[in-house]
């Protein structure tokens, strides 16, 4: 059983940064890709960034490139998301996902399984 947990939403400010954080557990995370995505209210969940399961390979949105970062840490299980130049478009549920197969190349990223979601809200 895969659980993520996401944590390190909140408010900020147009022009504010934030840091998203999710812990995963139940199988070899270091194998599994990994992404995030977001839902705004009334809009369906879109793609933001992936990072392939060694770390080495990472994807964006095209809305969100040069400004948000996505790292993990096999060590401690965690893939994070920084979020910098943030605006109130970017306002949203954040959800942390793993892919279902191991060892993939990230261009075959499939997310298979979802935490919870953590609301990030950018006020203007």
């Known amino acids: 059983q895969v659980q993520l947990v996401e944590s390190g939403g909140g408010l900020v400010q147009a022009g504010g940064s934030l840091r998203l954080s999710c812990a995963a557990s139940?199988?070899?995370?270091?194998?599994?890709?990994m992404g995030w995505f977001r839902q705004a209210p009334g809009k369906e969940r879109e793609f933001v960034a992936s990072?392939?399961?060694?770390?080495?390979?990472?994807r964006y949105a095209d809305s969100v490139n040069g400004r948000f970062t996505i790292s993990r840490d096999n060590a401690k299980n965690t893939v994070a998301l920084q979020m910098n130049s943030l605006k109130p478009e970017d306002t949203a549920v954040y959800y942390c996902?793993?892919?279902?197969?191991?060892?993939?190349?990230?261009?075959?990223?499939?997310?298979?399984?979802w935490g919870q979601g953590t609301q990030v809200t950018v006020s203007s």
């Open positions: 990072i392939s399961w060694s770390g080495g390979s990472t």
């Open positions: 139940g199988r070899t995370f270091s194998s599994y890709a």
């Open positions: 996902a793993a892919d279902a197969k191991p060892l993939v190349p990230l261009a075959a990223f499939i997310p298979a399984y």
